[in-house]
């Protein structure tokens, strides 16, 4: 069906189910603007969806990236600019589980109308499409102004993760550990990780503020082959971490070399610290539980076995 201003309209969503997709994604609105006091603009309110979109749905083909970046054709062919300023970083997790919970919906629509997985530009025209009705609160447009949603192609990333990389790490039961890269040194790829789990792989206030204290050593694999995700870069959280993540020995591990009686520390330029019994407890020296490098293949594994032991 075609537009005026020469855009044209997918309409990928079955009408039957229009009315329904698009209640579901004014409750996302009505959230934003409870959370943060009014509504979102329009670049807000797709960066939430981009954050939620259900990429390891059934019903989505294999060529969705996390976050999803959507921009915007206005009426008369203009380009919708993002503004600078988001309240998106100030959201609580709710309402990116919230969206999700209504993303998979669109999905599982579209996919039963076309008989194949979900493609990143039939979600995209599916949500132009929900837009289009008007029924979803904005601060800054109208959304039957919006003539398309392109999907921004992700960009190009080096093989290996940077210092301030954020990583998703895909959880057993659903969701996502979180970490942030603090040094690649002569000692591997040092994470800093957080406590928990995130239902969307962003890292919201709940789990940035539940910081473990000690870095963990671990190797690149599984961010090469894309197991791991880096999905965004935030140097400020290098903070929450010890500047220069160490290793530890344990006494009597060198000979000749005195490692004190409870064992040592150790930075990447050679620089030795005796530690004292609570460090050492903490890090798992004592009980023979501390490995200096964890392949990134046991790591998941063992945050997997951390999270859900947490919830027995």
């Known amino acids: 069906m075609s537009l005026k201003d020469g855009a044209l309209s997918d309409a990928p969503l079955p009408a039957s189910g229009l009315d329904e997709v698009a209640a579901g994604l004014a409750e996302v609105s009505a959230e934003f603007a409870e959370q943060v006091g009014g509504p979102p603009t329009l670049g807000e309110f797709l960066a939430v969806l981009g954050w939620a979109v259900p990429a390891n749905s059934k019903a989505t083909d294999d060529t969705f990236s996390t976050p999803l970046t959507l921009r915007a054709t206005l009426k008369g062919n203009k380009r919708y600019p993002n503004p600078e300023a988001s309240r998106v970083g100030d959201l609580n997790d709710a309402i990116f589980v919230d969206a999700m919970d209504h993303l998979v919906a ?159 520390a150790e930075t990447a330029d050679g620089t030795m610290r005796l530690i004292g019994s609570a460090e050492a407890r903490d890090v798992g020296l004592q009980d023979g539980t501390y490995r200096q490098t964890v392949l990134a293949e046991h790591l998941q594994r063992r945050l997997d076995d951390d999270a859900e032991g947490s919830r027995d």
């Open 106 to 264: 669109v999905v599982d629509q579209v996919s039963a109308a076309t008989g194949t997985s979900v493609t990143p530009a039939e979600f995209a025209s599916a949500i132009a499409q929900a837009l289009r009705t008007g029924k979803i609160p904005l601060a800054d447009v109208d959304g039957e102004d919006v003539r398309k949603l392109a999907v921004e192609a992700p960009k190009k990333r080096y093989p290996k993760p940077a210092v301030g990389d954020v990583l998703a790490i895909p959880a057993r039961r659903g969701g996502y550990h979180l970490a942030v890269v603090v040094a690649r040194d002569r000692f591997g790829t040092a994470l800093g990780l957080f406590r928990g789990t995130s239902a969307v792989p962003r890292l919201g206030p709940t789990v940035r503020d539940a910081p473990l204290p000690h870095a963990v050593y671990t190797d690149d694999q599984l961010v090469i082959t894309g197991v791991w995700r880096v999905v965004g870069h935030d140097e400020g959280l290098l903070a929450l971490f010890p500047a220069e993540p160490a290793v530890y020995h344990k006494p009597g591990q060198w000979p000749g070399i005195d490692l004190g009686e409870f064992g040592a």
